[in-house]
């Protein structure tokens, strides 16, 4: 059975870094052709693609968001973790982490996790 | 970047009836479409990949089809659990883009 669960902090402060951790079960990163990303989505508005590892280690991000991001992985404990530079208000989004097939969908989603950004 | 845009924005229907989604593409993207299915506070669970494939355990009722830029979804004997936020995804280029969404709204 996959599982993801994100965690993280639930409020940020404006300009501050946002880090948060992926932990899964179910599926190697590993395996050839396994991807994980991240996506986001503002209140009430659409999903948004943020970023990916894949399965050799290699990194893609949004090229809206790319400088702020980094996703890195630790295979031995199962985890992705993604950090967000300068923080905004217009980045107050729920955060998910979902398993990425080769053929690009995402079948499975962690419960994803409702970053508020405010002072 | 591929922008997805989704028709209608939201629709109302009844159980028991029959409704169609569309979204489209800016440019061609072969049959590298999914939809998904998002209730209010819970993730988005993926109903269809490939423009028309069945994710295991996605009850029959769901129809993706289309190639290019013109797809559709389509749902018959709406349930009541069927009303929901439905999301079209792009994964033939990078990077994936996703549709704004259609709210379904029962009548």
Same mark, same amino acid.
């Given at each position: 059975?996959?599982?993801?669960?994100?965690?993280?902090?639930?409020?940020?402060?404006?300009?501050?870094?946002?880090?948060?951790?992926?932990?899964?079960?179910?599926?190697?990163?590993?395996?050839?052709?396994?991807?994980?990303?991240?996506?986001?989505?503002?209140?009430?508005?659409?999903?948004?693609?943020?970023?990916?590892?894949?399965?050799?280690? #290699?990194? *893609? *991000?949004?090229?809206?968001?790319?400088?702020?991001?980094?996703?890195?992985?630790?295979?031995?404990?199962?985890?992705?973790?993604?950090?967000?530079?300068?923080?905004?208000?217009? #980045?107050?989004?729920? *955060?998910?982490?979902?398993?990425?097939?080769?053929?690009?969908?995402? #079948?499975?989603?962690?419960?994803?996790?409702?970053?508020?950004?405010?002072? | 970047?591929?922008?997805?845009?989704?028709?209608?924005? &939201?629709?109302?229907?009844?159980?028991?009836?029959?409704?169609?989604? @569309?979204?489209?593409?800016?440019?061609?993207?072969?049959? &590298?479409?999914?939809?998904?299915?998002?209730?209010?506070?819970?993730?988005?669970?993926?109903?269809?990949?490939?423009?028309?494939?069945?994710?295991?355990?996605?009850?029959?009722?769901?129809?993706? &089809?289309?190639?290019?830029?013109?797809?559709?979804?389509?749902?018959?004997?709406?349930?009541?659990?069927?009303?929901? @936020?439905?999301?079209?995804?792009? &994964?033939?280029?990078?990077?994936?883009?996703?549709?704004?969404? @259609?709210?379904?709204?029962?009548?």
């Amino acid at each position: 059975q996959v599982t993801l669960k994100e965690s993280g902090p639930a409020l940020v402060k404006p300009t501050q870094t946002l880090t948060l951790t992926c932990s899964f079960s179910g599926f190697s990163l590993t395996t050839d052709g396994m991807c994980l990303s991240w996506i986001r989505q503002p209140p009430g508005k659409a999903l948004e693609w943020l970023a990916r590892i894949d399965w050799a280690g #290699d990194k *893609y *991000y949004s090229t809206s968001l790319g400088t702020r991001l980094t996703i890195s992985r630790d295979t031995s404990k199962n985890q992705v973790v993604l950090t967000m530079t300068n923080l905004d208000p217009v #980045d107050t989004a729920t *955060y998910f982490c979902a398993r990425e097939e080769t053929r690009g969908y995402f #079948d499975s989603w962690g419960q994803g996790i409702l970053v508020t950004v405010s002072s | 970047d591929i922008q997805m845009t989704q028709s209608p924005s &939201s629709l109302s229907a009844s159980v028991g009836g029959r409704v169609t989604l @569309t979204c489209r593409a800016s440019q061609t993207i072969s049959k &590298s479409l999914n939809w998904y299915q998002q209730k209010p506070g819970k993730a988005p669970k993926l109903l269809i990949y490939g423009a028309s494939n069945l994710a295991t355990g996605v009850p029959s009722r769901f129809t993706g &089809s289309g190639s290019g830029t013109h797809f559709t979804l389509t749902i018959t004997s709406l349930q009541p659990e069927d009303f929901a @936020t439905y999301y079209c995804q792009q &994964s033939f280029v990078f990077p994936p883009s996703f549709g704004q969404g @259609t709210k379904l709204e029962i009548k």
